[in-house]
C-alpha cells in the first residue's frame, strides 16, 4: 500500500510529459513530400530514357565498330574479312538509315564501303580499317552536343505542354 500513496504523491508533485494526440485527417506535408520524390524519380526515369534514345545508338555503332576492328587486326583469312565487311557495310547502313552522318559525309563514306564490300578483288585489311576510323570519326564529329540536346528536349516540352502557342500571338 505505501507503493500507491508513494505514486500517487509523486504524480501530484511532478510535471509529465504528455504527447498531445494526432490531430484526426491527412497528413498533407507528409503525403507532398512523397509526392515530390515520385515527381523526381519519374522525372529523372524520363530524362534518362530520353538520354539512352538519343545517345545508346551512336553509342552501340562506335561500339560494334570497335569490335569489327579487333576481329579485322587478328584474322588473316579472307572469308572472314569479306564477312566483316559485310557486318560493317550493315553498321553503316543502319547509320545512314537513321541519319546519324551528315549528307556530306555519308556520300563519301558510301564510295569507300561500296568499293571495299562489293569489289571483285578482295580489299586489303588496311583499307576496311582505314574506312572504319573515318566511319567512327564521321559517327563522333556529328555527335549532338549536350546543349544542343537540352535545348530541343526544352523546345519539345514546351510545345508539348502548349505554353509556345501562347507566347507566339504576342
Same mark, same amino acid.
Given at each position: ?23 484526426p +485527417?491527412?497528413?498533407?506535408?507528409g ?5 515530390? !520524390?515520385? *515527381?523526381? !524519380?519519374i ?5 534518362v ?7 545508346w545508338?551512336?553509342i ?6 570497335r ?16 564477312? &566483316?565487311?559485310y557486318? &560493317?557495310?550493315?553498321?553503316f547502313a ?32 588496311e583499307?576496311? *580499317?582505314?574506312?572504319?576510323q573515318?566511319?567512327?570519326?564521321a ?9 544542343s ?9 514546351v510545345?508539348? &505542354?502548349?505554353?509556345?502557342? +501562347?507566347?507566339?500571338?504576342?
Open positions: 500500500m505505501a507503493d500507491n500513496s508513494e505514486l500517487a504523491s509523486m504524480d501530484e508533485n511532478q510535471l509529465m510529459d504528455i504527447e498531445l494526440p494526432m490531430a +485527417g491527412i497528413d498533407w506535408i503525403l507532398l513530400q512523397w509526392a515530390g !520524390i515520385a *515527381i523526381l !524519380i522525372l529523372g526515369l524520363i530524362i530514357f530520353w538520354a539512352l534514345t538519343h545517345y545508338f551512336r552501340r555503332l562506335q561500339l560494334q565498330l569490335h569489327y576492328g579487333r576481329r579485322l587486326k587478328a584474322l588473316d583469312e579472307t572469308v572472314e574479312i569479306r564477312r &566483316i565487311s557486318r &560493317i557495310y550493315s553498321v543502319m547509320a545512314q538509315r537513321h541519319q546519324l552522318i551528315s549528307a556530306a559525309e555519308t556520300d563519301a563514306l558510301a564510295v569507300k564501303i561500296n568499293q571495299a564490300c562489293f569489289s571483285k578483288p578482295q580489299v586489303s585489311r583499307t576496311l *580499317i582505314d574506312f572504319m573515318a566511319f567512327r570519326f559517327l563522333s564529329a556529328n555527335r549532338p552536343r549536350l546543349t540536346v537540352l535545348r530541343q528536349g526544352f523546345n519539345q516540352f510545345s508539348f &505542354i502548349g505554353l509556345n502557342k +501562347g507566347l507566339s500571338n504576342e
